[in-house]
C-alpha cells in the first residue's frame, strides 16, 4: 500500500523506510495542509559528540502562520541558523565513513536559501532519496483531506487510512513528540555503525543523514 507522509526536514530513519515500502510506485506528499509548529516540518533529530540531539529552523512569522497552506510557509533566513546547521553536521560527522562523499551536495542545497519551507524539505527528500538509490515517485497531494478509518491488513495494520488516496496515513504517526514503530513493523528494527555509538550506544529513528554518512550505499540494504 502507498503511504501519505508530511514534509520533513531531515526526515527520521522511519520515514524513508515506510516511503521505501512503496518503492517501484509511489508515495504521497502532504502539499495541501497548513503549517503545524513542534512537527519534523522544521526540525531533525541528529546524533554529536554529546548524545542525541536536535536541529530546528525558523519560519517567517506573520498574518497567522498556523493558518497557512505549507508551500507559503517562508524560511527566516535573517537570523544565522543556517551556519549553525552546517558546523553542527559537520562536527557531528566529520569522521563519518561517507560524509565528505556527500557533503558539498547537501550543503549546496543549503547554501541556495530556498525561498520556501516546502522547497527547501522537497530538495532535501530528493537528495536523499536519490543517493540511497529508493526508486519511488513523489505525487503531492491536491487537496487535504482527512483520515477516513483504519488500516486492516498488511504491515500498516491498525493505522490510519486515507480513502482519498488510497494510502496508509502516516502524517501523524511519525512525530517528534511521540514513538512510532514503523521500523519494527518493517522489518528493520536494527542497529548499525554510528560514530559514537561507544559512548552513548545505539540511538535509533534518528535523520536519515545519521544513516547516509554512516553507512553510505550500503543504507539501502537498511531501507528496503
Known sequence: MQVLLDTAYFPPIQYFAALSASAGQCFFLE????YQKQSYRNR???????????????????????SLPIKEIR????????????????????????????????????????ETLW?????????????????VEIRQT???????GLCRDGV???LPYCSGYDACDL????????PDDILRRLGKEKPYFQVFSLKYGF???LSIMDLLFNEGPDSISYII
Do not use: M
Open 75 to 114: 524560511v527566516d533566513y535573517s537570523r544565522p541558523w543556517l551556519q549553525q546547521h552546517k558546523r553542527a553536521i559537520i562536527s557531528a560527522y566529520r569522521t563519518s565513513a561517507f560524509f565528505e562523499y556527500y557533503q558539498d551536495e547537501l550543503f549546496s542545497i543549503l547554501d541556495s536559501r530556498p
Open 31 to 34: 502539499a495541501s495542509e497548513n
Open 171 to 178: 502524517r501523524d504517526v511519525i512525530h517528534p513528540k511521540r
Open 142 to 148: 491536491s487537496e487535504f483531506t482527512s483520515p477516513s
Open 203 to 205: 540511538i535509533p529513528n
Open 156 to 158: 500498516w495494520s491498525g
Open 44 to 66: 531533525c533529530h541528529f546524533y554529536s559528540a554529546s548524545g542525541l540531539q536536535s536541529l530546528s529552523f525558523p519560519v517567517v512569522h506573520g498574518n497567522g502562520t498556523v
Open 119 to 135: 522547497e527547501l524539505n522537497l530538495a532535501i527528500i530528493r537528495f536523499f532519496i536519490d543517493k540511497i538509490g529508493i526508486p
